[in-house]
């Protein structure tokens, strides 16, 4: 955790205990990668109903307070606030969630802004080789720029047709299909675009940098 997020010592300090030790401990792995055409990734299970997964925390920001600033090592750093976010060309896309804790949810469509439509605004220059989010309860999580940049990836403020609630990390929230949902931040305050990678809250507490849920990249 970088200083300047001043994450509150988790209310859920439990839950962090439980997930550390699952890191430690190697819980859930298969050890046996599943082809991508399979889709449901090895040790997941299909679930109908959607779990809430924070750190205790979940911050109640009105869009009218809501504020989303996009810098660091980019041409065009930016920060938005509600209208001029839902003012961006809208960007609908139906992916799964596949979450660490075994959980996947089938079929879930999202309405935003894509990924791409920010990296044409913002331009990140060519030392930014990373991104960093940061969010409203003081959660971080890192990608690879690569990561982010692809067609299924987005800020999404509602999910089936809806917006999305507190809970699930509304007024915003990150959407990165590809990988396990703890690289998608909840409650989207900040993109930083690094030259160097830095390792975000669970990446520090054993979980793996990456997060390919077809090679089981659950813990470091
Ligand atoms: N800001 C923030 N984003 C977060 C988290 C969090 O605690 N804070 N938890 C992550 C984890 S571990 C998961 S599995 C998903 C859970 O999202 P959901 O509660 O909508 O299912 O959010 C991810 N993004
Ligand atoms: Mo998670």
């Given at each position: 955790m970088s200083q300047d997020d001043g994450l509150i010592p988790p209310p859920n300090a439990k839950l962090v205990d439980r997930k550390e030790k699952w890191a430690e401990e190697g819980r859930l792995m298969t050890g046996a990668a599943a082809p991508r055409a399979q889709r449901l990734p090895p040790g997941q299970r299909e679930v109908k109903n959607w779990p809430v997964l924070d750190l205790g925390i979940q911050p109640e920001i009105p869009v009218d307070q809501w504020e989303l600033t996009i810098d660091g090592l980019v041409a065009n750093p930016l920060t938005w606030g509600w209208t001029d976010f839902r003012t961006q060309p809208p960007f609908t896309?139906?992916?799964?969630?596949?979450?660490?804790?075994?959980?996947?949810?089938?079929?879930?469509?999202?309405?935003?802004?894509?990924?791409?439509?920010?990296?044409?605004?913002?331009?990140?220059?060519?030392?930014?080789?990373?991104?960093?989010?940061?969010?409203?309860?003081?959660?971080?999580?890192?990608?690879?720029?690569?990561?982010?940049?692809?067609?299924?990836?987005?800020?999404?403020?509602?999910?089936?047709?809806?917006?999305?609630?507190?809970?699930?990390?509304?007024?915003?929230?990150?959407?990165?299909?590809?990988?396990?949902?703890?690289?998608?931040?909840?409650?989207?305050?900040?993109i930083e675009f690094v030259d160097a990678d830095r390792p975000g809250f669970w990446e520090e507490r054993g979980y793996h940098n990456e997060g390919d849920p077809w090679t089981e990249q659950r813990y470091s």
């Open positions: 896309d139906m992916s799964d969630i596949h979450c660490v804790t075994a959980w996947s949810r089938y079929d879930n469509h999202w309405e935003g802004v894509s990924a791409r439509h920010i990296l044409d605004l913002v331009k990140p220059l060519p030392q930014a080789q990373h991104i960093i989010f940061h969010s409203y309860d003081g959660y971080t999580t890192n990608v690879a720029l690569s990561v982010f940049d692809d067609a299924d990836v987005l800020l999404a403020h509602s999910w089936e047709g809806k917006p999305i609630t507190v809970e699930h990390g509304g007024p915003v929230r990150v959407i990165i299909p590809k990988f396990y949902f703890w690289k998608s931040a909840k409650w989207i305050k900040r």
